[in-house]
């Protein structure tokens, strides 16, 4: 039994790490990559899709994004998506295709990028933590009901002490590797 809660614990651990890896992926570095716009969120057809879904995304040029949609009807909406996503782009229509140009990161906007990504990994980690208290008590309440014995608990609890910590050093790795990105 505790071992389903583990198993679930580790997916659930590497959902928030791979969900920090898309939340500073969208934060601009000096280079200029899809990933800033990909999966801004479009009112198309009905439904929010993401612009991946609806476009090609190229980046021809340090400084330019090029969105090329597959259906001309989505142009302004796409257009609109990236204006409300408020990522301080100015997208402009040039025929069938989305031009945006990326100014260059003044030292200022890196320092507002670095504590962004610095914010967005005490949010990951406070998540994690979060499981861990989630996880921990569910496997306390199987103790009080007599399904686990004390010692299996306390084993337990080290192996998702020693999840946490290396679910903690992931997220710190990728904290420190775009910070380094955001300073060069």
């Known amino acids: 039994m505790l071992s389903t809660i583990l198993s679930d614990t580790q997916d659930k651990l590497y959902r928030e790490v791979q969900e920090f890896k898309s939340e500073i992926a969208v934060i601009r570095t000096g280079r200029v990559t899809p990933a800033l716009v990909e999966n801004v969120r479009v009112?198309?057809?009905?439904?929010?899709?993401?612009?991946?879904?609806?476009?090609t995304i190229s980046v021809?040029?340090?400084?330019?994004?090029?969105?090329?949609?597959?259906?001309?009807?989505?142009?302004?909406n796409i257009v609109a998506g990236i204006r409300s996503a408020n990522l301080g782009f100015n997208p402009v229509v040039d025929g069938e295709v989305?031009?945006?140009?990326?100014?260059?990161?003044?030292?200022?906007?890196r320092l507002e990028m670095i504590k962004k990504v610095g914010e967005i990994a005490e949010g990951a980690k406070i998540s994690v933590r979060q499981v861990r208290h989630e996880k921990i008590k569910s496997a306390e309440e199987m103790e009080v009901k007599g399904l686990v014995s004390e010692d299996d608990l306390f084993s337990f609890k080290e192996g998702i002490q020693k999840k946490i910590k290396e679910t903690n050093v992931k997220i710190e790795e990728l904290r420190e590797r775009?910070?380094?990105?955001l300073k060069g």
């Open 43 to 55: 009112e198309a057809y009905g439904s929010r899709l993401v612009i991946k879904e609806l476009a």
């Open 60 to 76: 021809p040029e340090a400084n330019l994004i090029i969105i090329s949609p597959w259906d001309s009807q989505v142009l302004e």
């Open 98 to 109: 989305i031009k945006i140009p990326v100014p260059r990161l003044s030292e200022e906007r």
């Open 178 to 181: 775009k910070e380094e990105e």
